[in-house]
């Protein structure tokens, strides 16, 4: 949309707010070092990247509450087909950026993942977004993450 490509284009990586020490938002994340919690009603997953912070997907829950304050991770609600995790997220802040260029959403963006062990060291993350804020039609972009064993997350 016009006004997401020019909020793009005038963006400089000087304020990225992920180079500013703020959380980087969904799916940008996936990228740093991360760990997954997992209890009988939520999913968290601890970020070793810029702040340290978590993100929590209630099991518990099958729909969002109405008055949602806008956070940089959203209210996510998970569940389970078959062995994958999927995760609907809304109530997004519009702060973020999605990657280093400075994509942006606005405060209507939903994420759909869909989180996949594809073998014991691969585990693959799709991501449905959809904004009708800031783009014309949903897109999808998929990450994978290797296993690492010994890697711890830092302080």
């Known amino acids: 949309m016009p006004e997401a490509e020019k909020l793009m284009k005038s963006r ?21 070092p991360w760990r997954i919690l997992q209890t009988p009603t939520h999913v968290f997953f601890l970020f070793e990247g810029n702040i340290h912070s978590y993100r929590q997907i209630f099991l518990n829950q ?38 280093f260029r400075g994509h942006p959403h606005t405060t209507k963006l939903h994420t759909i993942e869909r989180w996949t062990r594809k073998d014991l060291g691969t585990l693959v993350n799709e991501v449905t977004i959809e904004d009708p804020g800031a783009y014309t039609r949903p897109f999808k972009l998929t990450f994978t993450a290797t296993l690492q064993p010994r890697d711890e997350l830092m302080e």
């Open 12 to 32: 400089q990586s000087k304020d990225d707010p992920e180079a500013n020490c703020l959380p980087t938002g969904v799916p940008r994340i996936a990228p740093y």
């Open 62 to 99: 099958t729909k969002h509450p109405e008055d949602l304050d806008p956070t940089w991770y959203g209210h996510s609600i998970g569940h389970y087909e078959g062995d994958t995790l999927v995760i609907d997220t809304v109530g997004f802040n519009d702060r973020f950026w999605f990657d």
